[in-house]
């Protein structure tokens, strides 16, 4: 079993002015701390939003079995909490959770919202990730008219030799002080740095680790 550490969660959230409905129950989205994927929906009533709170992972109410049910009890697939938001009316939450196994679907899905027109389809996520995702598709399933592509057959000479060329061009963005320009060439720099994460095997969400850590 993966512990979270209760982090100051207590005090994140008033349960007893969480507007509950008339069952007792609140709808509470789970997403990912890192990438903002919408990871599954459940019911909370406030006994389970306080072992939430108490214990640092997630507790739901079933309203088919009419019981607690602490997420990845049976599967391993735990659900560390990082934060809790309610929103204006007090009447549904937002839980990021850090996602053991990265599996939150019964299906052994990511996501409970992989469905689109009946296809598997993966979640959507931040644009760095979503992008990031189609860089490695292409690094497995190479095409002759893909640039990407191109750069992953060049290796570390062509793609290093790229990044320092944006490097530059956000430089001189910068120095000329163009809004536009600055966003456009930081949007190649971000590009050229996924292609060489993706190269060198690296998760994006390494870097959002990475990221999060410096920010304590």
């Given amino acids: 079993m993966s512990v979270?550490?209760?982090?100051?969660?207590?005090?994140?959230?008033?349960?007893?002015?969480?507007?509950?409905?008339?069952?007792?129950?609140?709808?509470a989205i789970i997403q990912d701390y890192l990438d903002g994927t919408v990871l599954m929906?459940?019911?909370?009533?406030?006994?389970?939003?306080?072992?939430?709170?108490?214990?640092?992972?997630t507790w739901f109410w079933?309203?088919?079995?009419?019981?607690?049910?602490?997420?990845?009890?049976?599967?391993?697939h735990f659900q560390n909490v990082k934060w809790i938001r309610y929103d204006c009316d007090s009447?549904?939450?937002?839980?990021?959770?850090?996602?053991?196994?990265d599996i939150a679907c019964h299906?052994?899905?990511?996501?409970?919202?992989?469905?689109?027109?009946?296809?598997?389809?993966?979640?959507?996520?931040?644009?760095l990730s979503g992008l990031f995702d189609v860089i490695c598709d292409r690094r497995e399933n190479p095409t002759e008219e893909s640039y990407t592509c191109k750069l992953f057959a060049g290796g570390d000479n062509k793609i290093l030799k790229k990044?320092?060329?944006?490097?530059?061009?956000?430089?001189?963005a910068c120095?000329?002080?163009?809004g536009d320009a600055i966003a456009s060439e930081v949007a190649d720099l971000l590009y050229h740095t996924l292609v060489a994460l993706a190269h060198h095997k690296v998760?994006?969400?390494?870097?959002?680790?990475?990221l999060d850590q410096r920010r304590g």
């Fill in 4 to 27: 979270s550490q209760p982090i100051a969660l207590k005090e994140s959230i008033p349960v007893d002015k969480i507007r509950y409905n008339d069952c007792g129950l609140v709808p």
């Fill in 175 to 178: 120095k000329d002080d163009d």
């Fill in 41 to 57: 929906m459940a019911w909370m009533n406030g006994e389970s939003l306080a072992k939430t709170l108490e214990t640092g992972q």
């Fill in 91 to 101: 009447d549904a939450l937002l839980v990021g959770v850090e996602q053991v196994g």
């Fill in 163 to 172: 990044i320092g060329e944006e490097s530059a061009e956000v430089v001189m």
């Fill in 62 to 76: 079933s309203r088919s079995r009419q019981e607690f049910w602490h997420k990845g009890a049976t599967s391993g």
């Fill in 107 to 127: 299906k052994g899905e990511r996501s409970c919202f992989h469905q689109v027109d009946g296809e598997v389809a993966k979640p959507p996520a931040d644009i």
């Fill in 203 to 210: 998760d994006l969400r390494d870097v959002y680790r990475k």
